[in-house]
């Protein structure tokens, strides 16, 4: 496999992918793999250094690879592009078809329909039509292609076709992890990425931090939540205090975990007193509690 990368590339932020930065050839699965991998900006730049250890880190230290790069990447942000107009004032440069503030007030509506928190691009062609959005009621985040319908102050209803891509910050390992290995806050960077529907990754440290995953993954990948198991606190047969809160009375028991749990898992717990099995919830590494309506 070969990768190439130029002295100077342009980003934003502070983090990129290897394929943000650089051309790769070789098998797809490979190239695939190799551009994942996450990198940092330091102090401006990307050091091959960087890139190296990346690469030693990421599975592939067994495929040869030719690496193209100079000692350090200088990082510059994109350019901004300027249109003189006439009398030598400067301008942005025009917008795309149906106006940059047309584009971002139909996203921001789509937003709310959707109830999405991420970002979406909205491209179509000619201009938004007049008057106000009344169709479709709601839009399901992920969807590629919608048909938009307003209608005006007269009553006249026009249609707008628009493609849609969503992006959304979700946390990519900023290391290799194996499967069974507890995560923590360190190990993540938070990333835009491209998703076709919401709720497949994680997207918050909380929900990811502390846990563990059902499969190794490699340095550079976004984190998916159905791979993401928590850690038992309590282990079955482990004896426990068990916490009754009813108003402002509180009682206190010993019980045996019949299950085991993580932090906020609902299980079995058997009474030692009188051997009642009651559901509670796991509340510390000692601790359950019982609801009380």
Not at 96 to 111: N, Q, T, Y
Request: proline letters at 5%; a neutral charge.
């Amino acid at each position: 496999m070969r990768v190439t990368v130029p002295g100077v590339v342009e980003l934003e932020g502070e983090a990129c992918s290897l394929a943000d930065i650089a051309e790769l050839e070789g098998q797809p699965d490979l190239t695939e793999r190799a551009g994942a991998l996450l990198l940092f900006v330091h102090d401006g730049a990307i050091s091959r250094e960087q890139v190296l250890e990346a690469l030693k880190v990421s599975g592939l230290e067994n495929v040869r690879i030719e690496l193209k790069m100079p000692a350090s990447v200088k990082v510059e942000p994109p350019l901004t592009v300027v249109v003189i107009g006439k009398g030598g004032d400067s301008a942005a440069a025009a917008p795309e078809s149906g106006g940059a503030s047309g584009k971002e007030a139909l996203a921001a509506r789509i937003k709310e329909l959707a109830a999405w928190d991420g970002e979406v691009e909205v491209n179509f062609q000619g201009s938004v039509p007049p008057g106000r959005l009344v169709s479709p009621a709601s839009i399901v985040p992920g969807t590629a292609a919608a048909t938009l319908r307003f209608r005006d102050a007269s009553g006249k209803e026009r249609s707008l076709a628009v493609r849609l891509v969503w992006t959304q910050p979700v946390l990519v390992l900023t290391r290799s992890v194996k499967r069974g290995e507890t995560l923590k806050e360190s190990d993540f960077a938070v990333r835009p990425l491209r998703v076709g529907r919401a709720g497949i990754y994680a997207s918050r440290f909380s929900e990811a931090a502390g846990r563990t995953l059902r499969k190794n993954l490699s340095q550079g990948e976004a984190v998916p939540l159905n791979l993401l198991v928590a850690v038992p606190i309590i282990e079955k047969g482990k004896v426990v205090t068990i916490v009754v809160r009813s108003g402002g009375v509180t009682v206190r028991a010993q019980g045996e975990a019949l299950e085991s749990g993580a932090l906020g898992d609902v299980i079995d717990v058997r009474n030692l007193a009188g051997r009642a099995v009651v559901k509670a919830v796991v509340a510390a590494e000692d601790t359950v509690e019982v609801k009380v309506p």
